[in-house]
């Protein structure tokens, strides 16, 4: 199965039924497919006007209580910030799907890149969380687009995936479950102000048409929902509880997995770097060579560095100039050694054990 | 139950200056959401940015306050999740025709079953007075300090020209008409388009000569004709004069819907 079919597959066995896009290269067999699919399962697809609709619409459609997504890559991707940053905002529980493809601009249509991390990240205006989930095989391509239906539900916020035109076109075996486990949006306890968080930090959702007779707008709201723009105090507490909604979460949300904790020289990667980083690791059949790889970028684990307690270096091949090697130097004392690669091509396993080579 | 219950009154006051039209339209609106019968928890809102856009938060219905130029996607995402939800669109002439004008040909494309009211005050409002796509051509705004030297968009011939169901166009002087057209754009399944020209007093009238709110509300009800009448006299030869607007029901038919309730 090609990457891009099992993200919509993941998706609908995830209950996603509603699915609205706008064509680009490498992202667009996941509308393809969706196209196929939903309306066989009572779900909408809809090619919208552009990215900046599209994300509106599967924002509208989230307020009916349904499971809704965009799939694209970079240049919707910056169509798409304005209304990322309303969902964010609103609290709306939508997830997006980025096939990342070499940039700025226009770029390479047909080429990997992991150029968008930092723009999912931060790329809306104003301070905020998100979380980011990246896969490095077909598998994961269903797994997580299952996953991300859940923390978007269950933390109300956007949930990304980012992968690549590699992972995106991969063609690998996947095993499909009967079921995917799903966590339920909680609705929102009548008699409970609709802005008005539980002890998670999390709102319960007041889904359209249920009678809560809620005002949902982007602008600073307080817990009723109403416009309230220049009160500093609300404003601060508001846009501090959307980041701490997420970052106190960090350890729950997070997702990775760790080889040779004793290592003194540790790579760190995410997305397709992973399985050159893991061929390295086998070939040389070393224990000194460590391997943190997420499937969790966003909010970042920085308690995971923190297991390589004999750490002296880390590496950090990114398909960018290295995105994700600045988040880690904030978190470690160690060297933190970017390998960067452009242009389309995943690093070599050779390539990388010749970095070791020089390390050593 | 009347129209009045519709209004959100833990909201008031609002942020509308006095003699603004925008109330006007809101009040037609509502009366024909009761008119018809509609129920407030199968009723939503959906509104983008502007002075007319902040109407979907004084209601007391479900409404979602969106982006500006995007109400129209908001809205067909909850339409198409949800085809049991009547769905009501509050708009201006810069959110709708401006930034959302690629949006709005679409919705009136699709003929989504969505009513759209557009309060049309020739201005944005919000910002203080600059000149929008509905600008008449020689009028004073903040960004036209010499006049304006664009044609303006004639959005109900636009909405025709697209393909929704039914499109009128009165302005805040036609409350009678007004409510009534809007009731039939919330009757006919598919994108209807009610356009209100409206008064502006703050930022538009008070630079083009307009500066009481009467002078406005006059202006509307002299210089605007029937459709139909303005074009038999074209018909005949008869010449119409540039700032006459045309009013009344432009269209009302039976295209292929998307959304309509099953
Ligand atoms: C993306 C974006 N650009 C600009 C603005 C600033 N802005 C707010 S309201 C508005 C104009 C609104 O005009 P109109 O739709 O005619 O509404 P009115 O206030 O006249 O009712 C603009 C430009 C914004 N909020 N968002
Ligand atoms: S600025 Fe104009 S449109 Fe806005 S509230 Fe005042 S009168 Fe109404
Ligand atoms: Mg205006």
Redesign the interface.
């Known amino acids: 199965m090609q990457g891009n079919i099992a993200c919509a597959e993941g998706a609908i066995a995830a209950g996603c039924?509603?699915f609205?896009g706008y064509p680009i290269t490498p992202s667009t067999e996941i509308a393809e497919h969706m196209a196929l699919k939903l309306p066989k399962v009572d779900g909408?697809f809809?090619q919208?006007?552009?990215e900046?609709?599209?994300m509106?619409?599967?924002?509208?459609?989230?307020?009916?209580?349904?499971r809704?997504m965009t799939a694209t890559s970079g240049p919707g991707f910056s169509l798409m910030m304005?209304?990322i940053g309303?969902a964010v905002m609103t609290e709306t529980p939508c997830v997006v799907v980025n096939i990342q493809r070499g940039g700025p601009s226009t770029g390479q249509p047909t080429m990997g890149a992991q150029g968008d991390m930092m723009q999912c990240r931060f790329g809306s205006h104003g301070d905020y969380s998100v979380i980011a989930l990246s896969p490095a095989s077909v598998q994961e391509m269903y797994e997580l687009t299952a996953k991300a239906f859940n923390l978007a539900d269950e933390f109300r916020v956007p949930v990304f995936l980012m992968s690549d035109e590699i992972v995106g076109h991969m063609r690998e075996r996947i095993d499909i479950p009967d079921q995917v486990p799903i966590v339920q949006r909680k609705s929102l306890q009548k008699g409970t102000l609709p802005f008005h968080p539980d002890a998670d930090l999390v709102p319960g959702f007041?889904r359209?048409?249920?009678?809560?007779?809620?005002?949902?707008?982007?602008?600073t709201h307080d817990e009723?929902g109403?416009?309230c723009a220049t009160s500093p105090g609300l404003h601060e507490d508001l846009v501090m509880r959307l980041v701490n909604k997420i970052e106190s979460a960090r350890d729950r949300i997070a997702d990775y997995s760790i080889t040779n904790p004793e290592a003194e020289t540790v790579f760190v990667t995410y997305g397709p770097p992973a399985r050159s980083v893991e061929q390295v690791v086998r070939d040389l059949g070393r224990d000194d060579i460590g391997h943190l790889r997420l499937r969790v970028v966003w909010p970042f684990p920085e308690s995971a560095l923190n297991l390589f307690a004999s750490a002296k270096q880390f590496l950090v091949p990114e398909m960018n100039m290295g995105q994700v090697a600045r988040e880690i130097e904030r978190h470690v004392d160690q060297p933190v050694i970017p390998i960067p690669k452009l242009g389309g091509n995943l690093h070599s396993p050779d390539e990388l054990k010749a970095r070791l080579e020089v390390l050593r | 139950m009347s129209y009045q219950d519709w209004f959100r009154q833990d909201r008031l006051p609002h942020i509308y200056c006095s003699g603004c039209g925008n109330g006007t339209v809101i009040n037609c609106t509502l009366m024909a959401v009761d008119e018809i019968g509609w129920k407030e928890n199968e009723t939503v809102f959906v509104s983008g940015i502007g002075c007319s856009s902040r109407a979907s938060g004084y209601i007391v219905t479900d409404s979602l306050h969106t982006t500006h130029g995007r109400a129209l996607p908001f809205a067909t995402g909850v339409k198409l999740s949800n085809p049991d939800l009547n769905v009501v669109v509050f708009t201006g002439d810069g959110d709708l025709a401006a930034i959302g004008g690629n949006h709005f040909i679409h919705a009136c494309r699709r003929n989504i079953d969505l009513t759209v009211i557009c309060m049309n005050n020739q201005i944005y409002g919000m910002t203080g007075g600059q000149g929008s796509p509905t600008t008449p051509a020689g009028a004073l705004s903040t960004t036209t300090p010499y006049g304006s030297s664009e044609p303006a968009f004639d959005l109900s011939e636009l909405a025709v020209a697209a393909g929704a169901n039914y499109v009128a166009r009165w302005t805040s002087y036609h409350v009678k008409e007004l409510t009534r057209a809007i009731g039939a754009g919330m009757r006919t399944p598919g994108l209807s388009f009610i356009e209100t020209m409206t008064q502006c007093p703050t930022n538009y009238g008070r630079r083009n000569k307009l500066r009481q709110v009467t002078d406005q509300v006059e202006f509307m009800k002299n210089h605007t004709a029937l459709r139909q009448k303005l074009d038999r006299m074209r018909e005949s030869g008869q010449k119409v004069p540039a700032d006459v607007i045309a009013i009344g029901e432009f269209v009302r038919r039976d295209r292929p819907a998307m959304g309509v309730r099953r």
């Open positions: 039924r509603f609205g909408v809809i919208m006007e552009d900046l609709a599209s509106a619409s599967i924002i509208g459609a989230s307020w009916t209580g349904m809704s304005e209304n309303f007041p359209f048409g249920e009678g809560y007779g809620v005002h949902v707008t982007g602008l009723r109403y416009p």
